[in-house]
């Protein structure tokens, strides 16, 4: 298949995506009755970026052009791939830059996230048989001949050990951060919000380390939360949330809340769930210098001069390539291995 042909099946997948198809729906219901963590509002969310994002043609031809991806190639490879799970769909856009380059993907689901790309692999083998070749799912993976893997720090020492060896791309754990000045708009504390509490902040892009001048008013901040209020709803969300309010109680450390979020101060990147660090700065160039020794550990960021806008973190493009690493061009340059 030339790139038209993969570009045209690409738009037509996006359609499908954005519509009510009966099948589409139900693979969509299945998802939350596989992982609790999937609910609707989630789902529907990763579902309309990718449609909006991702699979839109002129975007889809933009991204190619730009790339200089050619029309096909004269030695296809095989590309293993690693799918994580902790968003739906998270790891759609690794197969769709093996899909647009033209290299077979050898796809290994995880099984807390399966039942949405299954079904979006059978229904392009349904309108195009030619498309099988290119979309293996495996559940072990082998013989391939260059690997994209994402996973956490303790996983990414597994994939180095059995990938190392070959071309690869290997994701490990990160997250996001903002620099705040306290003199956000609220509509800029709403955003933010979103960068925050969409799919729980269990994603690499959700804000879970905020930069704060010294007497800031988390008030605001913490009131413009309350539209997501409904994750107190969630019985794993919630025991996770209480399971860190009885830490810090325990600690006798000092935290924030408005019901959804516990507001700690602590030096780490990192967060459990439920949980968003801070720390105070006098100067914002201490900030700017902390960001810029966190840099490898560090998603994304908004606020500040060279951050994003608040509430584009979990929005990313077709250009916004993770960890820095273009896999475009990765895999543009695999050369035959056999």
Not at 30 to 39: E, G
Not at 44 to 57: A, E, G, M, R, T
Not at 236 to 258: G, H, I, R
Not at 288 to 297: R, T
């Amino acid at each position: 298949m030339n790139l038209t042909e993969r570009i045209e099946l690409a738009s037509r997948l996006g359609d499908y995506m954005g519509s009510d198809e009966p099948q589409w729906v139900e693979a969509q219901q299945r998802a939350y009755a596989c992982n609790p963590w999937f609910i609707p509002e989630f789902v529907k969310c990763s579902v309309n970026h990718i449609c909006q994002f991702y699979l839109h043609p002129e975007k889809l031809w933009a991204w190619t052009s730009s790339e200089s991806i050619p029309p096909s190639l004269s030695a296809p490879q095989t590309v293993g791939l690693v799918m994580a799970s902790n968003l739906p769909l998270v790891g759609f856009y690794d197969w769709l830059c093996c899909w647009v380059v033209g290299h077979q993907a050898r796809i290994k689901l995880s099984g807390q996230d399966s039942c949405l790309f299954e079904h979006l692999v059978q229904q392009l083998v349904r309108w195009e048989a030619r498309v099988a070749p290119y979309i293996q799912l495996v559940e072990r993976l082998s013989g391939s001949d260059a690997y994209i893997a994402t996973g956490g720090n303790n996983t990414s020492r597994y994939f180095d050990y059995y990938f190392g060896l070959y071309p690869h791309i290997i994701r490990k754990s990160r997250s996001s951060a903002a620099l705040l000045t306290g003199h956000e708009t609220p509509d800029e504390l709403t955003r933010l919000s979103a960068d925050m509490y969409t799919y729980f902040g269990r994603g690499c892009r959700s804000i879970t380390h905020l930069l704060v001048p010294r007497g800031y008013d988390f008030t605001p901040l913490l009131q413009a939360g309350t539209s997501f209020s409904f994750l107190q709803e969630h019985h794993k969300f919630k025991n996770n949330y209480d399971y860190q309010l009885a830490l810090c109680l325990l600690n006798k450390e000092y935290y924030m809340t408005n019901g959804i979020c516990l507001l700690v101060e602590r030096p780490s990147l990192h967060a459990p769930i439920g949980v968003v660090q801070y720390q105070y700065y006098d100067q914002v160039e201490e900030a700017e210098g902390w960001l810029s020794e966190q840099s490898e550990q560090i998603q994304c960021r908004v606020g500040g001069a060279n951050g994003l806008s608040f509430g584009q973190t979990q929005l990313p493009t077709l250009t916004d390539y993770a960890d820095g690493a273009n896999t475009i061009q990765f895999l543009l340059g695999l050369e035959p291995t056999r």
